[in-house]
């Protein structure tokens, strides 16, 4: 069973600071992994991917993987109230990128 | 480009009854895929379709459950009979993207605006 864990939250962190979303997942044979943004009542938006080990970065966002360990994480950096939704993880096992296995999300509250 | 379209964006139905879903993809997408999204069970992948052919169906819970694509530029996704335990978002997305390339630029997937289900 191909699985994404992620802790639901709520993740509060003051407006300015930086906020740290985890994700582990069950299965090695994942071959990339995507951060998705939703904000409420709305679809999710890609932020950005991430296949090989390491970091990762585009702007104020860093994603960070480490295949050993079948952890993924995303780093905000001088988080901002519109930065306050829910943030899915989601493990790719081949075939389009659309084909994707989701966590249920963290949700994250920037606090101004 | 409009984007992935959906239709309807709300549905209220009773339960044993048939509902379809629609889904326009963006246009020159090859990828078209199915999701649900429930409190419980989070987001999930129902079938994806590559050149308009099912590619993975193994996400469609039922026999209720079927979904076609006729042409490159239209989907559905019909339940029939309908049961209140099927009430969810039910998101479309298409990508551009061969079958096996996931590490290409530019080939991620797009997301409708969703139909949200109710089966009373």
């Known amino acids: 069973q191909k699985e994404v864990e992620q802790n639901s939250g709520p993740l509060s962190v003051p407006e300015g600071a930086i906020a740290s979303l985890n994700c582990t997942y069950s299965?090695?044979?994942?071959?990339?992994f995507f951060w998705y943004r939703q904000y409420s009542g709305k679809s999710p938006e890609l932020i950005m991917f991430i296949y090989s080990n390491g970091d990762k970065e585009d702007g104020r966002f860093t994603a960070q993987l480490n295949k050993a360990s079948q952890y993924v994480s995303l780093l905000i950096r001088d988080s901002q109230p519109s930065d306050s939704a829910t943030y899915l993880c989601a493990a790719n096992y081949g075939g389009s990128q659309g084909n994707l296995i989701f966590g249920k999300g963290t949700k994250l509250s920037v606090k101004p | 480009d409009a984007g992935v379209i959906q239709s309807p964006r709300h549905e209220v139905t009773e339960m044993g009854q048939e509902v379809t879903l629609r889904c326009k993809p963006i246009?020159?997408?090859?990828?078209l895929f199915w999701y649900r999204q429930t409190m419980m069970r989070g987001l999930e992948l129902l079938i994806y379709?590559?050149?308009?052919?099912?590619?993975?169906d193994s996400g469609m819970p039922e026999d209720r459950f079927s979904a076609k694509m006729p042409n490159a530029s239209f989907s559905t996704l019909k339940i029939q009979p309908s049961e209140p335990r099927d009430s969810a978002v039910y998101f479309c997305?298409?990508?551009?993207?061969?079958?096996?390339?996931?590490?290409?630029?530019?080939?991620?997937?797009?997301f409708g605006q969703g139909t949200r289900l109710t089966v009373v």
């Open positions: 379709f590559n050149n308009n052919v099912p590619i993975d």
């Open positions: 997305a298409s990508s551009l993207t061969g079958p096996y390339d996931f590490s290409l630029p530019n080939t991620e997937a797009f």
């Open positions: 299965d090695r044979g994942s071959q990339s």
């Open positions: 246009s020159g997408h090859n990828s």
